[in-house]
């Protein structure tokens, strides 16, 4: 990809994390006090994952590394999908899961690059 896509899709990503955090403070006001950590947790864990994205965006040299740990995010999102799927009996979601998510983001492990 092009330097600028990736700078795009970089400030998209900000916009984006920008827009979701602002929503947040009237979400978590209106959950009661033991809901609130998990909230918390999510947040931080949403916030790292935007923020390996950026990284990946603007910085060249730091590409291999991020984009195999976003690879690493997409095999445990497939892990849990699978799991949850199972637990409930709803095996519809399965071959998307495995035919399209899991390759992409093995390959994304293996080899480090988008190409």
Request: charged letters at 10%; aromatic letters at 12%; proline letters at 6%.
């Given at each position: 990809?092009s330097?600028?896509?990736w700078?795009?899709?970089g400030?998209?990503t900000i916009?984006?994390?920008?827009i979701?955090?602002?929503s947040?403070?009237e979400?978590?006001a209106?959950?009661?006090?033991?809901?609130?950590?998990?909230?918390?947790?999510?947040?931080?864990?949403i916030?790292g994952i935007?923020?390996?994205?950026?990284?990946?965006?603007?910085?060249?040299?730091?590409r291999p590394?991020?984009?195999?740990i976003?690879g690493?995010?997409?095999?445990?999102?497939c892990?849990?999908?699978?799991?949850?799927?199972?637990?409930?009996g709803d095996?519809?979601?399965f071959?998307?899961?495995?035919?399209?998510?899991?390759?992409?983001?093995?390959?994304?492990?293996?080899k480090g690059?988008?190409?």
């Amino acid at each position: 990809m092009s330097k600028t896509t990736w700078n795009i899709l970089g400030i998209l990503t900000i916009v984006a994390g920008t827009i979701f955090f602002m929503s947040q403070p009237e979400r978590f006001a209106a959950l009661s006090p033991e809901h609130r950590p998990k909230f918390i947790a999510g947040g931080v864990l949403i916030f790292g994952i935007l923020a390996t994205i950026v990284i990946t965006c603007f910085l060249p040299v730091a590409r291999p590394v991020t984009l195999r740990i976003i690879g690493v995010i997409g095999i445990a999102s497939c892990i849990f999908n699978l799991i949850e799927g199972g637990s409930r009996g709803d095996f519809a979601q399965f071959p998307v899961t495995l035919g399209f998510w899991f390759p992409g983001s093995l390959y994304l492990v293996v080899k480090g690059k988008m190409s």
